[in-house]
């Protein structure tokens, strides 16, 4: 009878193992990503004390989570090159990175496979990261260099980049693929004219009016998914041109 639960019990375990790892890339971004980003939300509400204005003052949770490229230049809190793309500054900037990488995600883990789009969406992140301290470090100290390029001393969080880069790798794969801007439902575009357009529309406004927009990640991200799409066009060469057939406009 010990033996018999004992196998109901293992067997169970194991359904619930394999319905988990039915889960798509995709989703299993997506759920790591909320737990992270609304663990530092309580994080900080209980270690981050509001200063004049309702601003929050530097803390700990920020250097151990976020990335401030000003940190990576000294050498310090080096995996928030990867923490940071789990991190989002509040539930409206959480809400719409997850409902893009949703958006987006699907169609390209099924194009790639599960492996190969983790390792792309993490390497594009990182290495959008990483361009974001390089550029804020070397130009940013300038109020106009800050405004393009970032200050070494702003944090940064989000998986921008690493959607960026999605998006990237569909301007090379799939051209002619449609998009529509999130808040114009209705109007649809080719993915070579929307994305460029949106990556660098958002850049002037953001240096205009100094909106506290992370536009070198965006492009880091969105060069290294134009740098893969193009190995993956030239390597697979008819099977990409067996996708765009499929996605023709």
Request: glycine share 12%; proline share 3%.
């Amino acid at each position: 009878m010990v033996n018999y639960y004992k196998r109901i019990g293992r067997a169970r375990r194991r359904n619930f193992l394999d319905r988990l790892g039915g889960f798509s890339a995709v989703t299993w971004l997506i759920i790591i990503t909320v737990l992270i980003s609304v663990l530092v939300f309580i994080l900080t509400g209980i270690y981050c004390v509001p200063v004049e204005g309702g601003v929050l003052e530097t803390c700990k949770v920020f250097d151990l989570f976020a990335l401030k490229p000003g940190n990576i230049l000294q050498g310090q809190y080096l995996w928030t090159l990867l923490t940071h793309m789990f991190v989002h500054g509040g539930i409206g900037h959480l809400l719409i990175n997850m409902f893009v990488l949703f958006s987006l995600g699907g169609l390209c883990e099924r194009i790639i496979g599960k492996k190969r789009f983790v390792w792309f969406y993490l390497i594009s992140g990182v290495f959008a990261g990483l361009l974001s301290v390089v550029l804020s470090g070397a130009f940013g100290l300038s109020d106009l260099g800050a405004r393009i390029f970032g200050s070494p001393e702003i944090f940064m969080v989000g998986a921008s980049g690493a959607i960026f880069a999605i998006a990237g790798l569909y301007v090379v794969l799939l051209p002619r693929l449609k998009f529509m801007i999130i808040f114009l439902p209705f109007f649809g575009f080719p993915g070579y004219i929307l994305i460029p357009a949106v990556l660098f529309g958002v850049w002037l406004l953001s240096v205009i009016f100094n909106w506290p927009v992370g536009n070198v990640a965006h492009f880091g991200g969105f060069l290294v998914g134009i740098v893969y799409g193009v190995y993956l066009r030239r390597k697979y060469k008819r099977k990409v041109k067996m996708l765009q057939r499929m996605f023709r406009a």
